[in-house]
């Protein structure tokens, strides 16, 4: 029987959003393969993570691909940003802790290249004089992150509800982006 290595990654990504410190032999249970199969296809868990990586990182390019950037204003943008990238919000929760991912040289440039379009939707909405210029576009997009893992975990453990996600994340970082006028 052929093992189709998208389902066992996608197992896997729902296995390790739940439970980061899953064992091999857990992955492998929840993919529904033995631990062997899942060895020939992922020679360790480092190998694994580095995978789920490369689906995570494909999943982001989608979502900054669908949530159309620069279209509308740069807050309607970060909506729609947020909400594309709901679905993969459990695996950016996973992945984000995973510190060997973004250590050294080895660091993948997909994420540089992410981290790429989402500071300049910051920067164009500062430029806009929509966000506040006090926050540089790095930090608002280093913010998005935290807030995006935040609300992955939140709803997994059942202390958020799932249709509050995107609502919460998007009013929690423009309350803080959006420039006040000043009184």
């Known amino acids: 029987m052929a093992v189709d290595r998208d389902q066992v990654l996608r197992s896997a990504a729902a296995l390790l959003t739940r439970k ?3 064992t091999m ?3 492998a249970r929840a993919a529904g393969i033995s631990r062997a199969t899942l060895h020939r296809h992922f020679a360790g ?3 694994l993570v580095r ?3 490369a689906l995570g990182i494909a999943e982001c390019e989608a979502a900054l691909d669908a949530a159309r950037l620069e279209e509308g204003t740069a807050s309607e943008a970060v909506r729609r940003l947020v909400g594309a990238l709901e679905p993969a919000a459990g695996l950016l929760a996973f992945l984000y802790t995973e510190n060997q991912l973004f250590e050294g040289e080895e660091q993948n440039a997909g994420w540089a ?3 790429d379009r989402i500071s300049a939707l910051f920067r164009r909405g500062q ?3 929509e966000f506040r210029i006090d926050l540089t576009p790095a930090w608002l997009t280093e913010a998005l992150y935290g807030l995006l893992a935040s609300g992955a975990w939140l709803v997994q453990s ?3 509800a799932p249709r509050d996600f995107p609502h919460m994340i998007v009013e929690l970082l423009l309350g803080g982006a959006l420039r006040r006028e000043e009184s």
Do not use: C, N, W
């Open 20 to 22: 980061s410190t899953a």
């Open 25 to 27: 032999d857990e992955v």
């Open 45 to 47: 868990r480092d190998a």
């Open 51 to 53: 995978a789920l990586e």
């Open 113 to 115: 290249l992410i981290d």
């Open 127 to 129: 430029r806009d004089g």
């Open 158 to 160: 059942g202390k958020g």
